[in-house]
């Protein structure tokens, strides 16, 4: 049962705080203690297993994170540090009374439960490529295994329309960005809201420019490398604003957020912000770096967690003083625009003679 203790551990504010006190350590030895209870463990040809990480197998390869227990984990510090971030908001846009809320990647669905927590008003759907969401408690919440990137064909024979759709961390996911925000825009009410938000993978440094030798400028490095060979970019926050208002969307404003590693800053709130930020790189960096090293780059796995390794020292090392930015994109669909032909006008016109 982890998946919902995970999620349950962000619900109240006394499981925030004895979650605040985890580390990844801590957290593996939980799994081992919870092994009889875990609810992960499916039939192994459901998954792809690889150096020692499982990966989904529905559209098999098309994304490059794992899904196993440590990743269930990584997404819970990545939920936290998002939540906090945003200063316990779950959307910057300014939506008042949301009905049909739709959360594409929902991963495990913690933001999607969240949601639809502190609105029992709203039904809320989520979305994932992977199944690692339990059955929902809440009866206002549901969760679809489906590709993004392919017709949304269950919610297109229902015609359903949202008032809000949410994309969290979907970088070097998606190769057709102007395909995914047109469905967004095709799915949304006049009126409705489009959010996103991505991390940036360029580093920064409040102390000058980083060194091309720089752990994290390597990072960068391989980032830039993997969106090339996949076709599936990680410089999303660099575009976004961008492109959604390509797609038609009105209002579109964008947030910029620091995220420091680790805990130099001398502001309380950043200092706060950092602790998780670096825990979301110790949780993430392996799941991160085998699948895209080892498939994309020819590493071997060694090598990638050699990589891990030189990371970690890096990490420990506060006075490089290095962060990067968060940053939250938000559009309205306008009342009366239609600057491109619609998914269904456009299927019209391809299934005609
Ligand atoms: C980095 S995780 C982020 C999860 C969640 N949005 C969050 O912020 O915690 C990215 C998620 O996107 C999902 N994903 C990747 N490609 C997808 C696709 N084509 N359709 C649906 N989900 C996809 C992955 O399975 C994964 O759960």
Redesign the pocket.
């Known amino acids: 049962m982890f998946q919902r203790k995970a999620g349950d551990q962000l619900r109240t504010t006394a499981h925030l705080a004895e979650f605040d006190e985890m580390t990844t350590h801590d957290f593996e030895q939980r799994l081992d203690s919870d092994a009889s209870t875990r609810t992960l463990a499916s039939s192994p040809q459901s998954y792809r297993y690889e150096n020692g990480r499982r990966y ?1 197998a529905y ?1 098999d390869g ?2 490059w ?1 794992p ?1 196993d227990e440590k990743d269930v984990y990584h ?1 819970t510090v ?2 936290h540090l ?1 939540y906090r971030t945003l200063d316990d908001r779950m959307l910057l846009a300014p939506v008042t009374d949301p009905r049909n809320v739709l ?6 669905g ?2 999607a439960v969240n949601f639809a927590d502190a609105h029992p008003e709203a039904r809320v759907t989520g ?4 199944p ?1 969401w339990e059955n929902p408690v809440q009866p206002n919440l549901r969760f679809q295994v ?5 017709e949304w064909t269950y919610l297109e024979e229902l015609r359903e329309r949202f008032d809000v759709i949410h ?5 070097g ?2 190769a057709d960005w102007n395909q995914l925000y047109r469905r967004c825009f095709e799915h949304l009410i006049p009126g409705g809201y489009i959010e996103q ?1 991505e991390m940036s993978i360029i580093p920064h440094s409040c102390n000058g420019p980083l060194p091309h030798a720089s752990i994290f400028r390597q990072w960068e490095c391989f980032w830039r490398k993997c969106g090339v060979l996949t076709g599936k970019s990680w410089l999303i926050s660099e575009t976004m604003k961008e492109s959604i208002e390509e797609a038609g969307f009105v209002d579109v404003c964008e947030r910029r957020f620091k995220w420091p590693i680790g805990m130099w800053s001398s502001d309380p709130k950043l200092q706060e912000i950092g602790r998780w930020y670096r825990e979301f790189w110790e949780s993430g960096m392996e799941g991160w770096v085998m699948a895209l090293g080892t498939r994309c780059l020819g590493w071997t796995a060694s090598q990638a967690r050699a990589f891990v390794e030189e990371t970690r020292k890096a990490l420990s090392d506060e006075t490089n003083r290095v962060y990067f930015e968060l940053v939250v994109v938000y559009g309205r669909r306008p009342d009366h625009f239609r600057p491109h032909t619609s998914c269904y006008e456009h299927r019209r016109t391809q299934s005609q003679p």
């Not at 489906?146 to 392919?150: A, R, T, V």
């Open positions: 989904h559209r098309s994304y994170g899904n997404q990545t939920h998002f959360d594409i990647g929902t991963g495990v913690l933001w979305t994932d490529l992977s690692l489906d590709d993004c990137c392919s994309m969290r961390c979907l970088y996911s998606v938000a």
